[in-house]
Protein backbone atom coordinates (compact mmCIF):
# COMPACT_ATOMS: atom_id res chain seq x y z
CA UNK A 1 0.00 0.00 0.00
CA UNK A 2 2.77 2.63 0.91
CA UNK A 3 4.38 1.74 -2.36
CA UNK A 4 1.40 2.33 -4.16
CA UNK A 5 0.80 5.74 -2.92
CA UNK A 6 4.85 6.38 -3.22
CA UNK A 7 4.56 5.52 -6.93
CA UNK A 8 1.20 7.76 -7.10
CA UNK A 9 2.19 10.59 -5.25
CA UNK A 10 5.81 11.24 -7.62
CA UNK A 11 3.66 10.16 -10.27
CA UNK A 12 2.12 13.88 -10.53
CA UNK A 13 3.68 16.40 -12.44
CA UNK A 14 3.13 19.06 -9.75
CA UNK A 15 4.62 16.98 -7.34
CA UNK A 16 7.26 15.65 -9.30
CA UNK A 17 9.97 17.75 -7.59
CA UNK A 18 10.01 16.15 -4.73
CA UNK A 19 11.18 12.88 -6.40
CA UNK A 20 14.63 13.98 -5.47
CA UNK A 21 15.43 13.99 -1.87
CA UNK A 22 18.12 16.69 -1.84
CA UNK A 23 15.34 19.14 -3.09
CA UNK A 24 12.45 17.40 -0.62
CA UNK A 25 14.73 18.05 2.48
CA UNK A 26 15.58 20.93 1.49
CA UNK A 27 11.88 21.88 0.20
CA UNK A 28 10.68 21.12 4.07
CA UNK A 29 13.28 23.52 5.24
CA UNK A 30 11.58 26.27 3.13
CA UNK A 31 8.04 25.62 3.94
CA UNK A 32 9.09 25.86 7.73
CA UNK A 33 11.51 28.51 7.85
CA UNK A 34 8.37 30.47 5.77
CA UNK A 35 5.75 29.61 8.11
CA UNK A 36 8.53 30.96 11.16
CA UNK A 37 8.19 34.38 9.14
CA UNK A 38 4.77 34.90 9.10
CA UNK A 39 4.75 33.47 12.28
CA UNK A 40 7.04 36.41 13.83
CA UNK A 41 5.57 39.03 11.78
CA UNK A 42 1.99 38.31 13.55
CA UNK A 43 3.51 38.11 17.02
CA UNK A 44 5.57 41.20 16.66
CA UNK A 45 2.28 42.87 15.28
CA UNK A 46 -0.01 42.09 18.54
CA UNK A 47 2.98 42.74 20.51
CA UNK A 48 3.64 45.86 19.43
CA UNK A 49 -0.82 46.54 19.86
CA UNK A 50 0.05 45.86 23.77
CA UNK A 51 3.16 48.21 23.93
CA UNK A 52 1.41 51.15 22.32
CA UNK A 53 -1.44 52.75 21.24
CA UNK A 54 0.29 54.50 18.36
CA UNK A 55 -0.67 53.88 14.82
CA UNK A 56 2.47 54.92 13.48
CA UNK A 57 4.52 52.43 15.56
CA UNK A 58 2.26 49.52 15.06
CA UNK A 59 2.26 50.07 11.18
CA UNK A 60 6.54 50.43 11.51
CA UNK A 61 6.12 46.66 11.92
CA UNK A 62 5.52 45.83 8.65
CA UNK A 63 8.11 48.25 7.47
CA UNK A 64 10.93 47.14 9.71
CA UNK A 65 9.92 43.87 8.39
CA UNK A 66 9.98 44.51 4.59
CA UNK A 67 12.87 47.17 4.92
CA UNK A 68 15.78 45.20 4.66
CA UNK A 69 14.59 43.57 1.77
CA UNK A 70 14.69 46.86 -0.17
CA UNK A 71 17.90 47.90 1.39
CA UNK A 72 20.07 44.73 1.17
CA UNK A 73 18.81 42.91 -1.50
CA UNK A 74 21.76 43.41 -3.67
CA UNK A 75 24.34 43.07 -1.30
CA UNK A 76 23.00 39.81 0.15
CA UNK A 77 22.46 38.56 -3.71
CA UNK A 78 26.20 39.05 -4.25
CA UNK A 79 26.91 37.24 -0.53
CA UNK A 80 24.98 34.02 -1.78
CA UNK A 81 26.76 34.04 -5.15
CA UNK A 82 30.53 34.48 -4.08
CA UNK A 83 30.16 32.66 -0.78
CA UNK A 84 29.50 28.96 -0.41
CA UNK A 85 25.48 28.76 -0.28
CA UNK A 86 25.17 25.67 2.12
CA UNK A 87 27.33 28.01 4.85
CA UNK A 88 25.53 31.38 3.90
CA UNK A 89 22.07 29.16 4.34
CA UNK A 90 23.12 27.65 7.59
CA UNK A 91 24.25 31.20 8.78
CA UNK A 92 21.23 33.02 7.82
CA UNK A 93 18.94 30.29 10.30
CA UNK A 94 21.50 30.87 13.06
CA UNK A 95 21.05 34.95 12.57
CA UNK A 96 17.18 34.32 12.86
CA UNK A 97 17.63 32.01 15.46
CA UNK A 98 19.69 34.22 17.23
CA UNK A 99 17.35 37.04 16.48
CA UNK A 100 14.24 34.83 17.73
CA UNK A 101 16.05 33.90 21.48
CA UNK A 102 16.46 37.59 21.83
CA UNK A 103 12.82 38.85 21.34
CA UNK A 104 12.18 35.58 23.89
CA UNK A 105 14.62 36.43 26.09
CA UNK A 106 13.59 40.43 26.01
CA UNK A 107 10.02 39.71 26.75
CA UNK A 108 10.23 37.24 29.25
CA UNK A 109 12.60 39.27 31.03
CA UNK A 110 9.78 42.50 30.44
CA UNK A 111 12.69 44.57 29.05
CA UNK A 112 10.85 44.74 25.34
CA UNK A 113 9.14 48.33 24.61
CA UNK A 114 8.18 49.49 21.00
CA UNK A 115 11.54 50.22 19.87
CA UNK A 116 13.30 47.39 21.13
CA UNK A 117 10.54 45.28 19.11
CA UNK A 118 11.27 47.58 15.73
CA UNK A 119 15.00 47.17 16.00
CA UNK A 120 14.49 43.44 16.24
CA UNK A 121 11.84 43.11 13.86
CA UNK A 122 14.58 44.93 11.73
CA UNK A 123 17.04 42.64 12.32
CA UNK A 124 14.98 40.03 11.92
CA UNK A 125 14.44 41.44 8.23
CA UNK A 126 18.22 41.19 7.41
CA UNK A 127 17.92 37.56 8.14
CA UNK A 128 14.97 36.80 5.62
CA UNK A 129 17.05 39.93 3.20
CA UNK A 130 20.24 37.48 3.30
CA UNK A 131 18.21 33.84 3.14
CA UNK A 132 15.78 34.82 0.29
CA UNK A 133 18.51 35.27 -2.83
CA UNK A 134 19.91 31.77 -1.83
CA UNK A 135 17.15 29.68 -1.84
CA UNK A 136 16.53 31.28 -5.08
CA UNK A 137 19.68 30.42 -6.46
CA UNK A 138 19.75 26.75 -5.24
CA UNK A 139 16.05 25.76 -7.00
CA UNK A 140 17.59 25.43 -10.39
CA UNK A 141 20.64 23.48 -9.05
CA UNK A 142 18.33 21.00 -7.12
CA UNK A 143 16.35 19.82 -10.12
CA UNK A 144 16.72 19.20 -13.22
CA UNK A 145 15.10 21.89 -15.90
CA UNK A 146 12.17 20.34 -17.11
CA UNK A 147 11.36 20.25 -13.73
CA UNK A 148 12.06 23.64 -12.54
CA UNK A 149 8.85 25.27 -13.33
CA UNK A 150 6.84 22.66 -11.07
CA UNK A 151 9.49 23.17 -8.28
CA UNK A 152 8.95 26.89 -8.45
CA UNK A 153 5.08 26.47 -8.21
CA UNK A 154 5.27 24.12 -5.13
CA UNK A 155 7.67 27.25 -3.89
CA UNK A 156 4.83 29.49 -4.13
CA UNK A 157 2.33 26.99 -2.77
CA UNK A 158 5.00 26.98 0.70
CA UNK A 159 4.40 30.84 0.37
CA UNK A 160 0.52 30.14 0.24
CA UNK A 161 0.42 27.59 2.86
CA UNK A 162 2.49 29.38 4.93
CA UNK A 163 0.39 32.71 4.66
CA UNK A 164 -2.14 30.81 6.19
CA UNK A 165 -0.86 28.24 8.85
CA UNK A 166 1.51 30.46 10.35
CA UNK A 167 -0.49 33.13 11.53
CA UNK A 168 -2.81 30.57 12.60
CA UNK A 169 -0.34 28.87 15.11
CA UNK A 170 0.62 31.67 15.95
CA UNK A 171 -3.01 33.05 16.90
CA UNK A 172 -3.23 29.85 18.77
CA UNK A 173 -0.08 29.72 20.63
CA UNK A 174 -0.63 33.44 21.86
CA UNK A 175 -3.67 33.10 22.91
CA UNK A 176 -3.17 29.57 24.91
CA UNK A 177 0.10 30.53 26.12
CA UNK A 178 1.98 33.66 25.08
CA UNK A 179 3.79 35.74 22.29
CA UNK A 180 7.39 34.21 23.92
CA UNK A 181 6.50 30.73 22.94
CA UNK A 182 6.19 32.01 19.29
CA UNK A 183 9.82 33.03 19.40
CA UNK A 184 10.93 29.95 21.18
CA UNK A 185 9.46 27.60 19.04
CA UNK A 186 10.84 30.06 15.81
CA UNK A 187 14.00 29.27 17.67
CA UNK A 188 13.91 25.85 17.84
CA UNK A 189 12.32 25.49 14.13
CA UNK A 190 15.61 28.17 13.00
CA UNK A 191 17.77 25.29 14.46
CA UNK A 192 16.63 22.14 13.54
CA UNK A 193 16.27 23.51 9.80
CA UNK A 194 19.85 24.49 10.30
CA UNK A 195 21.10 20.94 11.05
CA UNK A 196 19.34 19.54 8.50
CA UNK A 197 20.83 21.82 5.41
CA UNK A 198 24.20 21.08 7.66
CA UNK A 199 23.99 17.18 6.64
CA UNK A 200 23.52 18.24 3.10
CA UNK A 201 26.19 17.33 0.97
CA UNK A 202 26.34 20.21 -1.28
CA UNK A 203 28.99 20.41 -4.08
CA UNK A 204 30.66 23.49 -3.61
CA UNK A 205 32.72 24.70 -6.77
CA UNK A 206 36.03 25.92 -5.64
CA UNK A 207 37.78 28.05 -8.04
CA UNK A 208 41.58 28.23 -8.45
CA UNK A 209 40.99 31.98 -8.54
CA UNK A 210 40.90 34.66 -6.36
CA UNK A 211 36.84 35.13 -4.79
CA UNK A 212 35.42 38.05 -6.36
CA UNK A 213 35.31 40.82 -4.20
CA UNK A 214 32.53 41.98 -2.49
CA UNK A 215 31.36 45.48 -4.29
CA UNK A 216 32.91 44.12 -7.65
CA UNK A 217 30.18 41.66 -7.45
CA UNK A 218 27.51 43.96 -6.96
CA UNK A 219 28.34 45.99 -9.88
CA UNK A 220 28.60 42.70 -12.12
CA UNK A 221 25.63 41.83 -10.75
CA UNK A 222 24.01 44.76 -11.84
CA UNK A 223 25.62 45.25 -14.98
CA UNK A 224 24.33 41.79 -16.10
CA UNK A 225 20.61 42.85 -15.65
CA UNK A 226 21.19 46.10 -17.58
CA UNK A 227 22.73 44.51 -20.38
CA UNK A 228 19.85 41.89 -20.32
CA UNK A 229 16.78 43.05 -22.26
CA UNK A 230 15.06 40.10 -21.07
CA UNK A 231 15.26 40.54 -17.48
CA UNK A 232 14.02 44.22 -17.85
CA UNK A 233 11.35 43.20 -19.35
CA UNK A 234 10.52 40.95 -16.27
CA UNK A 235 11.63 43.20 -13.53
CA UNK A 236 9.13 45.65 -15.18
CA UNK A 237 6.63 43.33 -15.64
CA UNK A 238 7.03 41.73 -12.29
CA UNK A 239 6.97 45.53 -10.63
CA UNK A 240 3.73 46.31 -12.51
CA UNK A 241 1.74 42.69 -11.06
CA UNK A 242 2.34 43.36 -7.60
CA UNK A 243 1.80 47.12 -7.90
CA UNK A 244 -2.11 45.73 -8.69
CA UNK A 245 -2.23 42.44 -7.24
CA UNK A 246 -1.24 43.73 -3.56
CA UNK A 247 -4.02 45.99 -3.45
CA UNK A 248 -6.54 43.20 -3.01
CA UNK A 249 -4.19 41.46 -0.43
CA UNK A 250 -3.30 44.44 1.65
CA UNK A 251 -7.11 45.50 2.05
CA UNK A 252 -8.44 42.42 3.05
CA UNK A 253 -8.55 42.91 6.67
CA UNK A 254 -10.62 45.82 5.37
CA UNK A 255 -12.68 43.81 2.93
CA UNK A 256 -13.48 41.58 5.68
CA UNK A 257 -14.47 44.05 8.02
CA UNK A 258 -16.17 46.72 6.69
CA UNK A 259 -17.45 45.08 3.31
CA UNK A 260 -18.39 42.21 4.56
CA UNK A 261 -19.30 43.66 8.28
CA UNK A 262 -17.41 40.49 9.27
CA UNK A 263 -14.73 39.38 11.80
CA UNK A 264 -11.14 37.66 11.93
CA UNK A 265 -12.80 33.87 11.07
CA UNK A 266 -14.27 36.06 7.57
CA UNK A 267 -10.91 37.11 7.19
CA UNK A 268 -8.98 33.62 7.04
CA UNK A 269 -12.13 32.13 5.69
CA UNK A 270 -10.97 34.76 2.44
CA UNK A 271 -7.28 34.64 2.75
CA UNK A 272 -7.68 30.84 3.04
CA UNK A 273 -9.81 30.46 -0.21
CA UNK A 274 -6.82 32.72 -2.10
CA UNK A 275 -4.57 30.06 -0.73
CA UNK A 276 -6.66 27.38 -1.80
CA UNK A 277 -6.73 28.72 -5.22
CA UNK A 278 -2.82 28.97 -5.35
CA UNK A 279 -3.03 25.39 -4.49
CA UNK A 280 -4.86 24.35 -7.38
CA UNK A 281 -2.97 26.21 -9.63
CA UNK A 282 -0.06 25.48 -8.65
CA UNK A 283 -1.18 21.63 -9.17
CA UNK A 284 -2.60 22.26 -12.63
CA UNK A 285 0.85 24.36 -13.62
CA UNK A 286 2.57 21.52 -15.70
CA UNK A 287 -0.83 21.02 -17.88
CA UNK A 288 -1.60 24.62 -18.38
CA UNK A 289 2.14 25.15 -20.04
CA UNK A 290 1.40 22.45 -22.39
CA UNK A 291 -1.19 24.26 -23.94
CA UNK A 292 -0.37 27.72 -22.91
CA UNK A 293 3.05 29.08 -23.26
CA UNK A 294 4.58 31.46 -20.69
CA UNK A 295 3.95 35.05 -21.77
CA UNK A 296 -0.45 33.90 -22.75
CA UNK A 297 -0.29 31.89 -18.67
CA UNK A 298 0.96 35.49 -17.54
CA UNK A 299 -1.17 37.70 -19.30
CA UNK A 300 -4.54 35.55 -18.96
CA UNK A 301 -3.43 35.37 -15.52
CA UNK A 302 -3.45 39.10 -14.85
CA UNK A 303 -6.29 39.99 -17.20
CA UNK A 304 -8.36 37.12 -14.34
CA UNK A 305 -6.79 38.42 -11.55
CA UNK A 306 -8.23 42.00 -12.63
CA UNK A 307 -12.38 40.65 -13.15
CA UNK A 308 -11.74 37.92 -10.03
CA UNK A 309 -10.50 41.35 -7.75
CA UNK A 310 -13.45 43.14 -8.63
CA UNK A 311 -15.45 40.74 -8.27
CA UNK A 312 -15.03 40.05 -4.71
CA UNK A 313 -15.98 43.43 -3.80
CA UNK A 314 -18.69 43.30 -6.31
CA UNK A 315 -19.94 40.72 -4.63
CA UNK A 316 -23.11 40.78 -2.03
CA UNK A 317 -22.73 37.48 -0.81
CA UNK A 318 -19.92 36.40 1.16
CA UNK A 319 -19.82 33.07 -0.65
CA UNK A 320 -19.38 34.64 -4.01
CA UNK A 321 -16.84 36.64 -2.72
CA UNK A 322 -14.98 33.37 -1.98
CA UNK A 323 -15.58 32.14 -5.40
CA UNK A 324 -13.43 35.09 -6.59
CA UNK A 325 -11.27 34.68 -4.26
CA UNK A 326 -10.52 31.07 -5.05
CA UNK A 327 -9.89 32.25 -8.95
CA UNK A 328 -8.16 35.19 -7.85
CA UNK A 329 -5.45 32.30 -5.85
CA UNK A 330 -5.31 30.94 -9.28
CA UNK A 331 -4.63 33.69 -11.46
CA UNK A 332 -2.00 35.00 -8.47
CA UNK A 333 0.11 31.92 -9.05
CA UNK A 334 -0.29 31.73 -12.47
CA UNK A 335 1.69 34.85 -13.15
CA UNK A 336 3.91 34.96 -10.51
CA UNK A 337 5.35 31.40 -11.46
CA UNK A 338 5.30 32.35 -14.89
CA UNK A 339 7.15 35.67 -13.85
CA UNK A 340 9.80 33.33 -11.69
CA UNK A 341 10.33 30.80 -13.84
CA UNK A 342 11.29 33.31 -16.52
CA UNK A 343 13.57 34.77 -14.41
CA UNK A 344 15.54 31.56 -13.39
CA UNK A 345 15.86 30.46 -16.79
CA UNK A 346 17.84 34.05 -18.11
CA UNK A 347 20.27 33.88 -14.96
CA UNK A 348 23.38 31.47 -14.90
CA UNK A 349 24.67 29.53 -11.68
CA UNK A 350 27.19 32.61 -10.81
CA UNK A 351 25.10 35.62 -11.55
CA UNK A 352 21.92 33.83 -10.08
CA UNK A 353 21.12 34.83 -6.43
CA UNK A 354 22.24 38.71 -7.71
CA UNK A 355 19.80 38.50 -10.44
CA UNK A 356 16.99 37.13 -7.90
CA UNK A 357 17.78 39.11 -5.26
CA UNK A 358 17.21 42.00 -7.58
CA UNK A 359 13.87 40.08 -9.07
CA UNK A 360 12.74 40.35 -5.51
CA UNK A 361 13.50 44.19 -4.68
CA UNK A 362 10.81 44.61 -8.09
CA UNK A 363 8.41 42.00 -5.92
CA UNK A 364 8.97 44.36 -3.06
CA UNK A 365 9.42 47.86 -4.33
CA UNK A 366 5.42 47.02 -6.09
CA UNK A 367 3.95 45.93 -3.21
CA UNK A 368 5.11 48.52 -0.82
CA UNK A 369 4.45 51.10 -3.50
CA UNK A 370 0.91 49.29 -3.95
CA UNK A 371 -0.45 49.12 -0.87
CA UNK A 372 0.98 52.97 -0.07
CA UNK A 373 -1.76 53.80 -3.19
CA UNK A 374 -4.87 51.37 -3.09
CA UNK A 375 -4.33 52.26 0.82
CA UNK A 376 -5.01 55.65 0.21
CA UNK A 377 -7.23 55.39 -1.98
CA UNK A 378 -9.64 53.45 -0.10
CA UNK A 379 -9.26 55.68 3.05
CA UNK A 380 -10.26 58.63 0.85
CA UNK A 381 -12.83 56.74 -1.23
CA UNK A 382 -13.89 53.30 -0.32
CA UNK A 383 -12.16 49.74 -0.43
CA UNK A 384 -14.64 49.04 -3.81
CA UNK A 385 -13.55 51.71 -5.58
CA UNK A 386 -9.68 51.08 -4.51
CA UNK A 387 -10.25 47.40 -5.74
CA UNK A 388 -12.21 48.42 -8.95
CA UNK A 389 -9.00 51.03 -9.79
CA UNK A 390 -6.22 48.64 -8.98
CA UNK A 391 -8.37 46.30 -11.18
CA UNK A 392 -8.50 48.91 -13.97
CA UNK A 393 -4.70 49.77 -13.79
CA UNK A 394 -4.18 45.87 -14.29
CA UNK A 395 -5.73 45.81 -17.48
CA UNK A 396 -4.15 49.42 -18.92
CA UNK A 397 -0.72 48.28 -17.76
CA UNK A 398 -1.13 44.31 -19.61
CA UNK A 399 -1.47 46.76 -22.65
CA UNK A 400 1.03 49.36 -22.20
CA UNK A 401 3.67 46.64 -21.85
CA UNK A 402 2.40 43.72 -24.62
CA UNK A 403 5.23 44.14 -26.10
CA UNK A 404 7.53 43.15 -23.12
CA UNK A 405 7.55 39.25 -23.11
CA UNK A 406 8.68 37.27 -19.95
CA UNK A 407 9.67 34.44 -22.41
CA UNK A 408 11.63 35.51 -25.28
CA UNK A 409 11.68 34.40 -28.89
CA UNK A 410 15.10 32.92 -28.44
CA UNK A 411 16.01 30.77 -25.20
CA UNK A 412 19.89 31.36 -24.28
CA UNK A 413 21.21 28.07 -23.42
CA UNK A 414 23.50 29.17 -19.79
CA UNK A 415 24.97 25.82 -20.20
CA UNK A 416 28.64 26.55 -18.86
CA UNK A 417 31.35 25.28 -22.09
CA UNK A 418 34.58 25.73 -22.68
CA UNK A 419 35.24 28.80 -24.63
CA UNK A 420 37.81 28.61 -27.92
CA UNK A 421 40.56 31.37 -27.31
CA UNK A 422 42.64 30.74 -23.99
CA UNK A 423 44.80 33.40 -22.39
CA UNK A 424 48.63 31.88 -22.74
CA UNK A 425 50.73 34.98 -21.23
CA UNK A 426 54.87 35.13 -21.30
CA UNK A 427 55.04 35.80 -17.49
CA UNK A 428 53.49 35.13 -14.34
CA UNK A 429 50.86 37.81 -13.90
CA UNK A 430 49.03 38.14 -10.46
CA UNK A 431 45.57 38.33 -10.35
CA UNK A 432 45.31 41.60 -8.98
CA UNK A 433 46.88 43.20 -11.91
CA UNK A 434 45.48 45.32 -14.18
CA UNK A 435 43.41 46.95 -15.42
CA UNK A 436 43.63 44.16 -18.46
CA UNK A 437 42.55 45.27 -22.15
CA UNK A 438 41.13 43.13 -25.06
CA UNK A 439 41.84 43.52 -28.38
CA UNK A 440 40.14 41.23 -31.19
CA UNK A 441 40.99 42.48 -35.01
CA UNK A 442 38.21 41.12 -37.31
CA UNK A 443 38.51 41.65 -41.60
CA UNK A 444 35.06 41.09 -42.76
CA UNK A 445 33.27 41.62 -46.73
CA UNK A 446 32.17 44.85 -47.14
CA UNK A 447 28.69 43.85 -47.92
CA UNK A 448 28.05 42.69 -44.65
CA UNK A 449 29.75 44.79 -42.47
CA UNK A 450 26.45 45.96 -41.31
CA UNK A 451 25.33 42.68 -40.28
CA UNK A 452 28.86 42.15 -38.51
CA UNK A 453 27.65 45.54 -36.66
CA UNK A 454 24.72 44.13 -35.70
CA UNK A 455 26.30 40.91 -34.72
CA UNK A 456 28.89 43.00 -32.55
CA UNK A 457 25.75 44.57 -30.54
CA UNK A 458 24.49 42.11 -28.97
CA UNK A 459 28.41 40.41 -28.54
CA UNK A 460 28.83 44.27 -26.67
CA UNK A 461 25.90 42.99 -24.17
CA UNK A 462 27.33 39.71 -23.76
CA UNK A 463 30.59 41.02 -22.58
CA UNK A 464 29.61 43.61 -20.15
CA UNK A 465 27.42 40.86 -18.72
CA UNK A 466 30.73 38.53 -18.30
CA UNK A 467 32.19 41.60 -16.26
CA UNK A 468 34.02 44.07 -18.45
CA UNK A 469 34.25 47.45 -17.08
CA UNK A 470 33.82 48.88 -20.96
CA UNK A 471 33.19 48.04 -24.63
CA UNK A 472 34.32 49.52 -27.96
CA UNK A 473 34.35 48.53 -31.29
CA UNK A 474 36.37 50.61 -33.80
CA UNK A 475 36.69 50.83 -37.76
CA UNK A 476 39.53 50.82 -39.65
CA UNK A 477 39.22 54.64 -41.57
CA UNK A 478 41.70 53.44 -43.87
CA UNK A 479 40.71 49.88 -44.71
CA UNK A 480 37.27 48.91 -45.39
CA UNK A 481 35.91 46.00 -43.87
CA UNK A 482 38.98 45.94 -41.03
CA UNK A 483 37.57 46.12 -37.22
CA UNK A 484 39.08 45.95 -33.62
CA UNK A 485 36.81 45.32 -31.01
CA UNK A 486 37.83 46.59 -27.62
CA UNK A 487 37.09 45.38 -23.70
CA UNK A 488 38.13 46.61 -20.47
CA UNK A 489 37.68 44.07 -17.14
CA UNK A 490 39.44 45.61 -13.89
CA UNK A 491 41.68 42.59 -12.96
CA UNK A 492 43.25 39.72 -14.29
CA UNK A 493 41.36 37.50 -12.07
CA UNK A 494 38.22 39.13 -13.57
CA UNK A 495 39.56 37.93 -17.24
CA UNK A 496 40.25 34.89 -16.48
CA UNK A 497 36.83 34.33 -14.36
CA UNK A 498 35.12 35.28 -17.74
CA UNK A 499 36.16 31.87 -18.82
CA UNK A 500 34.02 30.06 -16.34
CA UNK A 501 31.40 32.82 -17.18
CA UNK A 502 31.27 31.33 -20.75
CA UNK A 503 28.06 29.90 -21.90
CA UNK A 504 26.95 27.87 -24.98
CA UNK A 505 24.98 30.80 -26.25
CA UNK A 506 27.93 32.64 -25.75
CA UNK A 507 29.96 30.14 -28.12
CA UNK A 508 27.41 30.17 -30.50
CA UNK A 509 27.63 33.94 -31.28
CA UNK A 510 31.20 33.27 -31.28
CA UNK A 511 31.59 31.28 -33.79
CA UNK A 512 28.99 33.92 -35.76
CA UNK A 513 31.93 36.19 -35.24
CA UNK A 514 34.51 34.18 -36.81
CA UNK A 515 32.12 33.20 -39.86
CA UNK A 516 32.17 36.81 -40.54
CA UNK A 517 35.74 36.72 -40.36
CA UNK A 518 37.67 36.17 -43.91
CA UNK A 519 41.01 35.74 -43.35
CA UNK A 520 42.38 32.36 -43.40
CA UNK A 521 44.41 32.85 -40.11
CA UNK A 522 41.41 33.15 -36.98
CA UNK A 523 40.96 36.82 -35.35
CA UNK A 524 44.49 38.26 -33.87
CA UNK A 525 43.86 38.36 -29.69
CA UNK A 526 45.95 40.59 -27.82
CA UNK A 527 45.89 41.22 -24.25
CA UNK A 528 47.32 44.02 -22.64
CA UNK A 529 47.85 44.16 -18.50
CA UNK A 530 48.08 48.19 -17.56
CA UNK A 531 51.88 48.98 -16.79
CA UNK A 532 53.30 50.53 -13.22
CA UNK A 533 54.98 53.45 -13.79
CA UNK A 534 57.53 54.40 -11.61
CA UNK A 535 57.61 58.03 -10.04
Not at 489 to 499: I, K, Q, V
Request: charged letters at 15%; hydrophobic letters at 50%; one cysteine or more.
Amino acid sequence: MSAFIDKWFFSQKWLAPLKFKVFRSIYLVWLTATICMWMNDVAAAWMMTSLTTSATLIALVQTASSLPVLLLGIPSGALADILNRKHFFVFTQLWLAANATALMLFLVFGLLNPYVLLFLTFTNGIGLAMRWPIFAALVPELVPRDSLQPALALNAIAMNVSRIVGPLIAGIIIATAGSQYVFALNMVLSLITSWVVLRWQYQYYVSALPGERFFGAMRVGLQYVRQSNQLQAIFIRTFLFFLQSTGLIALLPVIAKDHFQGNAHIFILLLSCLGLGAVIAGSQLPRLKMRLSTNQLANYGIILLSISSAGVVLSLNLWLASVFMLISGIAWISVANSLTTSAQLCLPSWVRARGMSLYQMSIMGGSALGAAIWGKIATETDVSVSIGLSSIFGIVALIVVRKLHVEGLHQEDMSPVCPLERPNPSRNIDPSEGPVMISIEYHTQAAQNEAFKKLMASTRKSRLRQGALSWSLFEDAEHTGKFVEYYVFETWADYLRRFDRFTADDLNMQEERYRHHIDIAPPKVTRRIAANLKK
